[in-house]
């Protein structure tokens, strides 16, 4: 999923279901989950098909092992 699509000047979101199981574009979920999905702000269960979908977990780029810190940026690592 390489592509973000734009709605109206923004990024459309995309939705994880809730196992975990399969992520999509706003714009690809099914026709009766992109119409709840619209107006959700970060979790919906679809009132047609019971689906529940929540926005993927915002993630942080892991610690580079080649960056090179200064003392003071490494006080408190394990």
């Known amino acids: 999923m390489d592509r973000p699509p734009l709605r109206e000047g923004g990024v459309v979101k995309l939705w994880i279901s809730?196992?975990?199981e399969e992520t999509f574009h706003e714009v690809d979920?099914?026709?009766?989950c992109q119409r709840t999905?619209?107006?959700a702000e970060d979790s919906f269960a679809?009132?047609?098909?019971?689906?529940v979908?929540?926005?993927?977990?915002?993630?942080?780029?892991e610690?580079?092992?080649?960056v090179e810190r200064s003392?003071?940026?490494?006080?408190?690592?394990?």
């Not at 679809?46 to 689906?51: D, E, K, R």
């Open 18 to 20: 809730a196992l975990g």
């Open 29 to 32: 979920l099914p026709a009766c």
């Open 37 to 39: 999905a619209g107006s």
């Open 46 to 51: 679809c009132p047609s098909c019971g689906a």
């Open 53 to 61: 979908w929540q926005e993927p977990m915002a993630t942080e780029p």
């Open 63 to 66: 610690e580079c092992a080649f």
């Open 71 to 78: 003392g003071e940026e490494r006080k408190g690592a394990a």
